[in-house]
């Protein structure tokens, strides 16, 4: 398998029509006007997906830019829906199980796991601007101090959008 081309800062972020555990269809273009941190993770409920969105949900600094936060997984609805009440998640997990935005937008793929060569989904975060462009991309993303690399990333483009107006 071949992986998607990565996508580059300025690029338009591909459109999207994923539902979340309620069966709600989001999209990119609902979020206009407003920056979207879109993470994927590999599973719902494992250690490392739990405390990623733990963190976004306890990110005092993220949540107060008024970032929308959504997460990406192959998960089913069923399981988003338990994950989500049993961490109190305040943001939309949303659900690709067939895997094809993700493949898309280079998320899944081959990726290696304790020396051995695998496919499956790679633990990213994008950040998309209010414009629909591809602001930052964290593409082996490590999960201590990520909420915060994102929410200093929103606050460099704004401040740079503020002086180029």
């Known amino acids: 398998m071949t992986d998607a081309p990565r996508l580059q800062a300025g690029e338009a972020f591909p459109e999207f029509l994923l539902p979340d555990g309620n069966g709600t269809q989001h999209s990119l273009s609902q979020y206009r ?67 094809a935005f993700l493949k898309e937008i280079g998320a899944y793929g081959s990726k290696t796991l304790y020396g051995k060569v695998t496919e499956g ?25 990520h909420a915060d690399a994102v929410a200093q990333a ?3 483009h704004r401040n740079q959008q503020e002086t180029q107006a």
């Open 33 to 99: 006007g407003q920056y979207v941190v879109l993470y994927v993770y590999p599973k719902d409920d494992t250690p490392g997906c739990t405390r990623e969105a733990c963190d976004f949900r306890d990110h005092a600094p993220l949540r107060s830019l008024g970032a929308v936060i959504l997460g990406v997984s192959r998960d089913d609805a069923g399981s988003h829906t338990a994950f989500a009440e049993k961490y109190s998640l305040p943001f939309a997990l949303l659900s690709d199980p067939d895997a």
């Open 121 to 145: 989904v790679k633990r990213q975060t994008f950040l998309i601007g209010p414009d629909g462009r591809l602001v930052k991309s964290w593409l082996a993303v490590k999960v201590e101090g």
């Open 154 to 156: 929103i606050e460099a």
